[in-house]
């Protein structure tokens, strides 16, 4: 009766506590016969185990020679000014530092990065490799069987080491900067319609320090002889200039 009534009271008791504090009470009894009804019983409390990574090799963070050679993706959180959390999945090319594409909503599984992914290749290409870090939804098998099927490698950065994932990194801060801090929105699809706006000017007016201040599409249209590689197109809606002016009103 004791150890059932204190499972009820206390229900992240393990044993050595519930023992410990029956000694407190003056209840002497040999913890093995204790342990015993405390397992008949079925108390035992169940343990999170983590699950177990496999090894992740570290490689030097070289940019590609070309195009779609390696894509680098990663979440980022915020919040609107309602208090709604929300995430953004964001994908470069690693070549360029180009941005090709963010993705805003509340909820950002394996399956909707794969249905973004489909989309990106549809237009852009396909990569030979992504980076990703140790996130649930990149170490989940729908993505791992995804990019078998594609044959595309996913290069997976140590735990808890993401310069590994540098140009990403960059990138991140960028639009941290740039964008989440700098405004406030009250609903996604402002977030989302701000992001899509300076994602063009990221790409074509936004002069990058590591490309010689060159904006990617000029660095890729001048390194790789072509005018017509597939980039970001703007949505005619979504003006950088005027999705400003209207923030700042």
């Not at 990703?132 to 950065?157: C, H, M, Y």
């Not at 989302?192 to 790409?203: D, G, K, L, S, V």
């Not at 599409?217 to 002016?245: G, I, R, Y």
């Amino acid at each position: 009766m004791l150890l059932s009534e204190l499972s009820i009271l206390h229900n992240r008791w393990g044993f050595w506590m519930m023992h410990h504090h029956l000694r407190h009470l003056n209840y002497h009894w040999n913890h093995k016969k204790v342990y015993r009804i405390y397992t008949s019983m079925g108390l035992n409390l169940k343990r999170k185990c983590k699950k177990r990574l496999p090894a992740r090799v570290m490689e030097p963070l070289l940019q590609p020679i070309h195009p779609n050679i390696t894509w680098s993706m990663d979440f980022m959180h915020d919040v609107l000014s309602t208090g709604v959390n929300f995430r953004s999945l964001n994908i470069i090319d690693d070549y360029n530092r180009e941005c090709l594409g963010i993705t805003i909503d509340t909820t950002l599984n394996s399956k909707r990065v794969i249905r973004q992914l489909d989309q990106l290749i549809g237009w852009r290409g396909i990569p030979k490799k992504i980076r990703v870090d140790n996130g649930p939804e990149f170490i989940a098998q729908a993505l791992a069987s995804w990019t078998s099927e594609r044959g595309i490698e996913l290069k997976f950065i140590e735990k808890g080491k993401p310069f590994q994932n540098g140009f990403m990194e960059r990138f991140n801060r960028s639009f941290r900067e740039e964008v989440l801090d700098a405004y406030c929105f009250t609903r996604i699809k402002e977030a989302q319609a701000m992001a899509h706006a300076w994602m063009w000017i990221y790409n074509n007016q936004r002069p990058h320090q590591s490309l010689n201040y060159k904006p990617p599409v000029t660095f890729l249209e001048q390194h790789q002889k072509q005018t017509n590689f597939p980039t970001f197109v703007a949505d005619e809606q979504c003006n950088w200039k005027s999705l400003v002016n209207a923030a700042t009103i």
